[in-house]
């Protein structure tokens, strides 16, 4: 726009336009920012204002003039700039637009502040909103929400600001923040959050909140990063009367399947407070994680699905309570409120996200007299992995559940890992179903997000009998054996005491050298099946003809002495059947050296999918 002298500005047309007013004339003085002309083009006026104060020197084009591209409508000369006190060129001030300030009055509207009552309402409850529960998950200043001015489809009931009123967001907030920035260096944090909002319509889900769900749902699945779910509330609203002449079921919604395929992608976690129920509780049991409070329900049917089914009338609280749910394994972990569910999400999420840098740890001698010389002597595992994980790293996981097993997430010097271990203070350490079921599923969680995993070796084997079997024992074990040989990452089992049978085998991922390394701690002891079982089967004719009692088990105890002898950890090792016996002190540099490697150790398409189960 410059003219060929420095004190000469050209005002030009960058288009062809046609000029609709000239509202100077040659020798008039203007100001900077002052109008000057307006054309028109394809019904869009521009504008152009004088960029500086000055003398109108020359106007070259009249109203109703056709202009080329370049031509100058007129010529300014600069007698002043418009400057600050320090002699820079100042800004003039920039008011709001009004569009722009209608937009963020919307906004506003939504937060907390601006619903008072409804937020009154649930603190009585002493329960947390939907966007305080929100602040609390994600970085300060990092979310972007999606869809956050949605209402209910219901504008044939009710008019727009009513329902701006009624159903702000439609009942769930959905976007992407990061959660634990920085505290994993450069590692990104993105994580997208869907949280239903109760107040509004007591969270059932509409069509504007499945839009929602599924827009983001979209964006994962091209861009899969960590998903957290405030799951409450109820199943489909039936009165979003906008949709009668084009939906009846509403089945044809994608929320479900688009939520589930993305499974074994990236980490979902369901943090499920008050009551939820149907559809909210379908994206509850399809997550990798369930945390619930101690006040929680959590069912595929509530109060008024259940009586419409003829099934009787139940208040909300005898449905699918929270310590119910602990103890059958469909919560993976139960806490005391919204806050402490939204501490350790963070916790649990910080696991897939990387290494930390700094760390403590307990004095590794105390392992060594962890486990007791008393081979009969029952012992605690968890203060075993308390005090081999990191200090306060252990997050174990469906504690209420198969207790013939523990699961958890730890670190060892500051590396995310699983770890599963046999708990000999339940049936002895024998694994039974519910114990498979849980392993096999935090094997196919940890292999899906590329975490090694940490076996604890202590059982007698499968459990057996005729009561076992009849809870289809062989195919709760099948998963064990699966979920372990078609793990991809790191596998390293340590040997406590017992490793017998199929079981033990079991534990190391299906063999003593499946596993990345098998090491044993002194007392270890292996065997094909129990030293007193193999005794009663190996010896049976020979016990049986001894009448006196007291001669028969002496004997029996000479051979099982005799058995242990030969299955103790020092002897089985001399025959390679694993690869050391160590020192209890030194299994965390065991572990460090394993996860030294790059790279996964198996080979192999990734899962398809993480069970629910």
């Known amino acids: ?95 709001t637009p009004r569009l722009l300030e209608d937009i963020v009055d919307k906004h506003a509207a939504l937060e907390d502040s601006a619903r008072s009552e409804a937020v009154a309402r649930r603190q009585a409850k002493g329960m947390r909103t939907a966007r305080a529960n929100l602040a609390d998950l994600v970085d300060p200043g990092s979310f972007v929400e999606y869809g956050a001015l949605a209402v209910a489809a219901q504008r044939r009931k009710f008019a727009i600001e009513t329902l701006r009123e009624k159903s702000p967001a439609d009942g769930i907030i959905t976007g992407i923040g990061t959660v634990n920035a920085g505290l994993f260096g450069e590692v990104a944090s993105a994580c997208a959050v869907m949280a239903v909002d109760y107040t509004v319509m007591a969270g059932t889900q509409g069509y504007f909140h499945h839009k929602k769900i599924d827009r983001l749902l979209g964006v994962l699945r091209d861009d899969p990063i960590p998903l957290v779910v405030f799951a409450e509330g109820g199943g489909g609203r039936p009165n979003d009367v906008d949709l009668s002449d084009i939906s009846f079921s509403g089945l044809d919604v994608p929320s479900f399947y688009r939520f589930a395929q993305l499974s074994g992608r990236a980490p979902r976690v369901a943090i499920v407070a008050g009551r939820c129920f149907a559809g909210n509780a379908a994206f509850a049991g399809c997550a990798d994680l369930v945390i619930m409070t101690r006040d929680a329900n959590l069912g595929m049917g509530g109060p008024a699905m259940i009586e419409g089914g003829g099934l009787g009338r139940f208040e909300p609280e005898s449905i699918g309570a929270a310590e119910a749910q602990w103890k059958n394994g469909v919560a993976d972990l139960l806490v005391e409120d919204e806050a402490a569910a ?69 670190r060892i010097a500051g ?199």
């Not at 394809?42 to 031509?71: C, S, W, Y």
């Open 1 to 95: 726009m410059t003219g060929d002298r420095q004190d000469m500005i050209d005002i030009k047309s960058e288009t062809s336009a046609v000029v609709t007013s000239i509202l100077v004339a040659a020798g008039d003085r203007v100001g900077n920012g002052q109008l000057l002309a307006t054309t028109e083009l394809m019904k869009m006026r521009q504008e152009f204002h004088a960029p500086a104060g000055g003398l109108i020197d020359a106007v070259n084009a009249r109203e109703g003039d056709i202009l080329e591209p370049g031509t100058i409508l007129v010529r300014l000369r600069r007698t002043e700039e418009n400057t600050d006190s320090q002699g820079g060129t100042a800004s003039a001030e920039i008011s």
């Open 342 to 410: 939204v501490a350790v999400a963070k916790k649990y999420l910080g696991y897939f996200q990387g290494q930390l840098a700094e760390w403590t740890t307990s004095d590794q001698d105390h392992l060594r007299v962890a486990v007791p010389e008393d081979r009969q002597l029952a012992y605690d595992i968890r203060k075993v992995i308390e005090t081999l994980a990191d200090s306060g790293s252990v997050l174990e996981m469906r504690a209420g559940f198969g207790p013939g097993m523990v699961t958890a997430l730890i």
């Open 415 to 613: 590396k995310p890992l699983g770890l599963i271990a046999n708990n000999p203070l339940h049936l002895g350490g024998a694994i039974d179903p519910e114990a498979c079921d849980k392993a096999a599923r935090f094997l196919q969680l940890c292999d899906a997000f590329g975490l090694p995993m940490l076996s604890l070796c202590d059982t007698p084997g499968f459990m057996v009998g005729p009561e076992i079997e009849a809870q289809a024992q062989v195919r709760h074990t099948g998963r064990l054996f699966l979920a372990g040989a078609n793990f991809r990452g790191a596998f390293c089992t340590v040997i406590l005491r017992k490793g017998y049978g199929l079981g033990a085998q079991a534990m190391a991922g299906g063999s003593f050298h499946r596993s990345r390394f098998t090491v044993s701690w002194p007392t270890g002891e292996v065997g094909a099946m129990g030293l007193e079982g193999a005794v009663r089967l190996g010896a049976r004719t020979e016990l049986a003809a001894i009448e006196d009692e007291d001669k028969r088990k002496a004997l029996f105890d000479k051979l099982v002495a005799r058995a242990y002898e030969r299955g103790k950890a020092a002897n089985a090792a001399s025959l390679v059947e694993f690869d050391a016996v160590i020192d209890p002190a030194e299994t965390r540099r065991w572990v460090l050296r394993a996860l030294s490697s790059p790279g996964r150790a198996g080979s192999g398409p990734a899962p398809r999918f993480i069970d629910a189960w």
